[in-house]
């Protein structure tokens, strides 16, 4: 049984890993922070009805706490490592830059000197992402892009990729990069763009909310579904060696689109409920992310199974179910 340690197993991605790598028959272990409240509402099913869940295992410790994770690496000695914990909204990243770079960028270096001091012997996964890319230099953006980051969070995934890319060179570790364009879920924190949208129709449906509160609708993204780009986290490290993929869907759609697909599933006008406020805007913003995933496909065979439209479908459909609304009744398909 191979063994695998998830950092931000809590999290949207970490929740769709873990679920894939016990279909698979992986030992899995994952890091949590110690807090006075519990975050788990993301993993606690699998606890509760996934068929290998005595396989799941949850450990404390802190990107911040290099000890934690040269103690945790020591003692579970996993084949697989998938680093994906961060401080990962973006506009906060604004609002607490140093404790950004400090948990984002320096905990990748903070793991790679663990796995390089404790000695084993394991494949590295670093979760970089679409963001580095910023300020766009070339569309649509792949592997030989130069970063151009817009954001304390692009600037310290940054510094994640080219740690994870030395560490690979100086040490021969199997390290590799997952450049991941935007990817989204039901499983979305509420305050990123793609849920808060979803999550605020099924409020307007059952009648709890009538104002949705945006910041700049005309960005535009690369937008994937997160099941979908887990799987290919885990075929970089079945690759013979660590290598760095751009994981996207080749298509960019605005926060407009995604509006009127949203809305135009139960018959609404988003421009009834619109509010722009300028708290959500970003000091420095990314207008347009695209993303070739062609090395992706051709080296590793993977490709997204999800369209724009099913993902904002299958969103929709699971946060009217949320409120206790049936979407067969109130969707139009």
Do not use: C
């Amino acid at each position: 049984m191979k063994k695998a340690f998830i950092t931000g197993i809590s999290g949207q991605d970490g929740s769709y890993l873990a679920e894939l790598l016990l279909d698979k028959g992986y030992d899995v272990h994952g890091m949590i922070r110690r807090s006075s409240s519990f975050n788990r509402e993301r993993i606690d099913p699998i606890f509760a009805s996934h068929p290998n869940k005595k396989n799941l295992t949850l450990h404390y410790g802190d990107l911040a706490d290099g000890s934690s994770l040269n103690r945790l690496l020591r003692t579970l000695k996993p084949e697989e490592i998938y680093h994906l914990g961060a401080q990962s909204h973006v506009r906060v990243s604004f609002d607490i830059p140093e404790y950004t770079g400090d948990i984002t960028g320096l905990g990748t270096i903070r793991i790679l000197d663990a796995i390089l001091e404790t000695g084993i012997n394991t494949r590295f996964y670093q979760a970089s992402s679409s963001e580095m890319y910023g300020k766009v230099l070339e569309v649509p953006q792949k592997e030989t892009t130069p970063f151009y980051p817009r954001s304390p969070y692009g600037a310290a995934k940054v510094y994640g990729y080219w740690i994870t890319v030395n560490y690979r060179e100086a040490y021969g570790m199997h390290a590799s990069n997952g450049i991941l364009f935007n990817h989204e879920s039901p499983r979305r924190g509420e305050s990123f763009v793609t849920r808060k949208i979803t999550r605020t129709l099924a409020r307007i449906m059952a009648g709890k909310s009538n104002e949705l509160s945006m910041g700049n609708i005309d960005a535009k993204r690369d937008w994937g579904y997160a099941k979908d780009y887990v799987e290919a986290m885990w075929l970089m490290l079945q690759a013979p060696e660590g290598d760095d993929y751009v994981v996207a869907t080749n298509e960019t759609h605005s926060v407009r689109e995604f509006l009127d697909i949203a809305f135009g599933l139960v018959g609404r006008d988003w421009n009834d409920y619109l509010k722009v406020d300028p708290k959500y805007f970003r000091p420095t913003e990314v207008d347009l992310l695209i993303g070739d995933s062609s090395k992706a496909q051709k080296k590793l065979g993977w490709k997204p199974k999800t369209s724009f439209k099913e993902l904002v479908t299958l969103m929709v459909r699971e946060d009217l179910k949320l409120e206790g609304l049936d979407p067969d009744r109130l969707m139009k398909l």
